[in-house]
């Protein structure tokens, strides 16, 4: 019976070590499951972890003091917990969801967490601030909504970069966000029912943002403080009862694809450099504008503003690398009083300098093709883009081409040809893929890199394609082919 006992107890044992670290779902009901969570076997590194989720009696998380880790999601919900007191001990979690907690009023207990990757606060209408995770770095998303008594973010530590996104949004008292600073750059930031917010000067230092939203605030009477974006794919900015003017964003350089501006009464000035190109695109993207003022109402009128605005109509401009120089062409469809383009060029699409000058050609409102041969191009990133200026001296930035060079280690011959064309690389195995554009910009060929030094061309068409040769390092470098039958 002795030996029967000693087996069981040491397979328990085994049972019970294996188990950590934990894996799946450790679900914590009620303050008993807290008070006995490693009398029951609970480990100090967990997958995901749930504490509360409508459970009316968790008043503390003592029991809990021993989690170093939550590899997964902590979701922590609709219980009365005032703060993390009890978790001392948890230094890593990846996702950190907290909602309809209504007595928390902070994140006590949490000041031993070094790193958070989603940060998801939801419906604490008594939290007061972020005291508790002054040592924890958000390196994901950031997501706060609902938090009616919130007036200051600045207990965060918030990295240059949020890759997956910040949405902030119903929080009518908070007015202070020193805590975003530093943030260059983001996939997705959503702005919304924020009462206090009258500009976006906490953001100055953003340069990127693929979606911008800006909803329903109250008191936002400017986007000053957006000097430094330039690049953003989307643009929705609705329900903002004060806001006049968008100039704040007049830097943006990037193509938009998407740009709604709906209900904005007081909004007369929408007309910068990016929404005007897509504008006058000859194929715009998605553009709506609907119960705004002046220009910003419909889109014919912000078109006809645009035109008088901008001295050039920009079709196309392309930047190609060839025999180790880059040759830029521009073709336009307008010029008024155009005097001249300037060539400019960057290595971080920051820093620009002047490498040309070319003068306008256009007669009588006629537009022209032009031609500029940058010599000597930088070695890997080599940005360019267009100063357009008038005879009164105003100006106009183009969008920005990038060619990649690296001291040209391939060379593509015969070009023209009617035939093959060959490749040559000092270091074949760094390429990846080659790909074939036609001029109108579609993909008409795709071969993997090590499957061929000698691509035949015969079935293709006459006329001038673009052939990219894509590195293992996701760099690439465009060679102006021209195939003649």
């Not at 060619?403 to 391939?410: D, H």
């Amino acid at each position: 019976m002795k030996r029967t006992f000693t087996l069981i107890l040491v397979l328990f044992c085994f049972k019970a070590i294996a188990q950590c670290p934990s894996t799946g779902i450790v679900s914590l009901e009620d303050q008993a499951d807290v008070d006995n969570y490693f009398a029951n076997g609970g480990c100090s590194v967990v997958q995901h972890l749930i504490i509360g989720d409508g459970s009316p009696n968790i008043l503390n998380l003592n029991g809990l003091n021993g989690i170093t880790t939550v590899t997964g999601f902590m979701f922590v919900g609709w219980g009365p917990l005032v703060d993390f007191t009890g978790m001392e001990t948890l230094t890593s979690v990846d996702t950190l969801a907290i909602e309809w907690s209504p007595s928390l009023k902070n994140f006590k207990g949490l000041e031993n967490v070094l790193t958070i990757n989603h940060l998801s606060i939801n419906e604490l209408s008594s939290l007061e601030s972020f005291d508790g995770l002054g040592q924890a770095t958000v390196t994901g998303s950031i997501y706060i909504a609902g938090c009616h008594s919130l007036t200051s973010i600045d207990d965060l530590n918030i990295p240059a970069s949020l890759p997956d996104g910040l949405i902030i949004g119903d929080c009518p008292l908070l007015d202070d966000f020193s805590s975003f600073a530093n943030l260059q750059s983001t996939s997705r930031l959503i702005i919304s029912r924020l009462d206090k917010m009258q500009d976006c000067q906490w953001l100055n230092s953003l340069e990127v943002a693929t979606q911008l939203n800006i909803e329903a605030n109250a008191n936002l009477t400017s986007l000053k403080g957006l000097e430094n974006l330039h690049t953003v794919e989307q643009i929705q900015i609705t329900y903002n009862p004060l806001l006049t003017s968008i100039d704040g964003m007049g830097n943006i350089k990037s193509q938009l694809s998407r740009f709604v501006v709906l209900f904005n009464p007081e909004l007369s000035d929408c007309a910068i450099d990016a929404v005007c190109w897509m504008l006058l695109d000859s194929a715009p993207e998605e553009i709506f504008l609907y119960q705004n003022k002046g220009i910003c109402s419909n889109t014919d009128l912000l078109k006809s503003a645009c035109k008088e605005s901008l001295p050039v109509t920009l079709l196309s401009f392309d930047a190609v690398l060839e025999n180790k120089v880059v040759n830029l062409n521009w073709t336009t469809s307008e010029e008024e009083n155009s005097e001249k383009f300037e060539v400019q060029h960057s290595t971080n699409g920051k820093q620009w300098s002047v490498v040309g000058e070319v003068k306008s050609s256009g007669i009588g409102g006629l537009g022209a093709v032009y031609q500029f041969i940058h010599l000597t191009p930088s070695d890997r990133n080599n940005y360019y883009r267009l100063k357009m200026i008038d005879f009164d001296q105003t100006y106009a930035l183009s969008t920005i081409s990038h060619v990649y060079f690296n001291g040209n280690i391939e060379t593509v011959y015969p070009n023209p040809t009617s035939g093959s064309i060959n490749i040559v690389s000092t270091d074949p195995s760094e390429i990846a893929a080659f790909e074939l554009i036609n001029s109108k910009g579609n993909i008409v060929m795709k071969r993997r890199g090590n499957l061929a030094d000698r691509i035949n061309l015969e079935k293709f068409s006459s006329g001038s394609y673009t052939l990219r040769i894509i590195k293992n390092n996701s760099t690439s470098s465009n060679h102006k082919i021209v195939v003649t039958k």
